[in-house]
Each structure stands twice: as C-alpha cells, then as structure tokens.
C-alpha cells in the first residue's frame, strides 16, 4: 500500500486546491490595473503592451519631474520600479490561461546602472517555451520553482541605461490560499 503524501507535496497541494479556478485578467485590464498602481504610478512606469498569451510585456518608465534626480537624470529607484514585477505576473497568467493555480512573486532583484538615463527608458520582459517547460517540471516533482530572468532599460537611443535581474518565485498555493501574483 502507497502512503498518502504529505501536506508539502506537490499532489497534496494541487489536491487541496482542487476546483480552485484561477484568476485570468485580459491583457487591457492588467495594462490598466498596473499602469494606475501607485507605486508604477508615482514612479512613472507605464505598461505598453502585453502579449495576448502573457509571454511578453513592455513597460517604459517616463523621464518627469517626478523621477527626476538632482543630476536632471531619472531617479534609479523609477528604473528599479519599472523592472520589479513584470516577470512574476507573465508567470502568473501565463499558468491561469492553462487552468494552473499557483503564487509568483519577485523573490530578490539587483541593478546594475550603466549610464545616466536621460530620456524615456523601455524594458522588455519575455518567457520562453523552455521557461514555462521548467517551471511546469519543477512545480511538478517538488512544488515550486525559482528562475532569474534578466531586463535591460533601454533609452530612446538605443542605450542600455541599467541592467536588471529579477529572481521570479512560484509555487502551488497552499491550503486553498488564493492563486495571484504578489506585486
């Protein structure tokens, strides 16, 4: 006889949140939702676009005179801003269009600031197949997954300003907790 798995395990997770649905935002709504989020907001940080399967999003973080520094450049902590919680959210309704429960959020980040960002900064957040291809496995065989993705902000003349690294976490929600993004 098969023991039961533990409360930790990964079909004891799924198990426990059984029928538990999703929930699926459209691409327009979290462009909205998240482009009037105070802190993007405050900082300037304005979703573009994002793809209808979740796979792609492009946010810019505005040069304004409420992210402008004492040098007239944008404030590193705007740029910061503008690359905190893309890649947990493509994650997030990337698995709800597959009927998949689980929590993502930003695990740890750092910046690496290259050049003084003087005008209109563009970030590019991408998955991959092989992306959602692991996090699937791993979320599988032990219940969560951890991979570090990495965004440069790019100016308006094709300048890398900053370079960031976002370690995006996900796991099946435990004990009927709700599936979401924690942004």
Known sequence: MTPEPGPGHPEAMIEA???????VLTPFQLKWMLSLYPPLFWARVRVREFAPDFRYCRAE???????????GTTFGGAIFSGGDPFHAILYWQSFAREGLPVQTWLKSANIDYKKPAASTLTLEFRLSERDLDDARRDLDRHG???????????????RI????????????????QPTASAF
């Open 61 to 71: 973080v505005k040069r304004s005179f409420l992210t402008r520094n004492f040098h």
């Open 17 to 23: 949140n059984r029928g538990q649905k999703p929930r």
């Open 144 to 158: 969560r997954h951890v991979r570090t993705h990495q965004v440069d902000a790019v100016d308006q003349d094709g």
């Open 161 to 176: 300003c900053a370079v960031l690294r976002n370690e995006v976490y996900m796991r099946y929600p435990r004990d009927h």
